[in-house]
């Protein structure tokens, strides 16, 4: 992980974290990653417990957040949501295909989403549209009753997040949610922290809700992801629930 020099500093080098986030050099690192559960989340894909942890977080949250949104049923499964950065649908597998009738997928590197394309999930007709581009590029076309995106939002800068949030916004049913679940930075300065290794930010809650706010987008709840074992040096994870300010 490189180091920023903080926003407000006397050194006039300053730049942004998000500025140096370089598409092609992602899409690079994805392409040597294991197009499979496990080589989606790295090292810990060796811990069968991560994913189990965190998809049973993810379910409590959803309930959680449905409850809040009047006329939204929590006992019916939506009808259209989206996985979007679904990898090989590790999410769409374990969770997504739980609370809705069909799951669309938006997924930039081709080897990830041929695995979709293959899967028993596209065969069943669990996965719909599986759009293979980067949500940076991805304009909804559908209204979606849950957009759901994980662990991929470090590959835009501030400005296409911003951009991407408010074409989810618009493309949200009335009782529609977007869930955001990222990784928070943990930098002694609170601030955005970029990594090289895959050319990524992870950002602080404070810059989330500043993106959000700055999307038209209200957070209608927010947890930090629990039950992680301790003995794990592991980035705090928090999930965001989001509905249109409108």
């Not at 810990?44 to 449905?66: M, N, V």
């Not at 989330?208 to 992680?228: C, H, P, W, Y």
């Not at 794990?232 to 409108?246: C, D, E, G, H, I």
Request: charged letters at 25%; hydrophobic letters at 35%.
């Amino acid at each position: 992980m490189s180091s920023t020099t903080p926003a407000g500093s006397s050194d006039e080098t300053y730049v942004p974290p998000d500025a140096h986030i370089n598409h092609d050099a992602s899409i690079k690192y994805w392409n040597e990653v294991s197009a499979s559960s496990s080589g989606m989340l790295g090292m810990l894909g060796e811990y069968p417990w991560y994913t189990r942890i965190d998809l049973r977080g993810s379910k409590t949250f959803l309930t959680k957040a449905r409850r809040l949104i009047p006329a939204c049923s929590t006992q019916e499964k939506f009808k259209l949501g989206v996985d979007c950065g679904a990898g090989v649908g590790r999410i769409t597998e374990g969770f997504l295909r739980e609370v809705c009738e069909v799951v669309d997928a938006v997924e930039p590197v081709e080897k990830f989403t041929k695995v979709l394309h293959e899967g028993h999930l596209k065969d069943k007709g669990i996965i719909g549209d599986i759009y293979t581009m980067g949500i940076e590029s991805w304009n909804p076309e559908k209204k979606y009753d849950l957009i759901w995106t994980q662990f991929c939002v470090g590959h835009l800068t501030d400005v296409q997040l911003v951009e991407y949030f408010a074409r989810c916004r618009d493309a949200l049913t009335e009782t529609g949610v977007m869930v955001v679940k990222e990784n928070m930075s943990t930098d002694l300065r609170g601030e955005d922290m970029y990594d090289d290794e895959d050319s990524s930010v992870t950002r602080t809650d404070e810059k989330f809700r500043k993106l959000f706010k700055d999307a038209g987008m209200n957070v209608i709840l927010s947890e930090i992801q629990t039950g992680f074992p301790k003995s794990f040096k592991l980035l705090p994870v928090r999930s965001y629930a989001l509905r249109p300010n409108s």
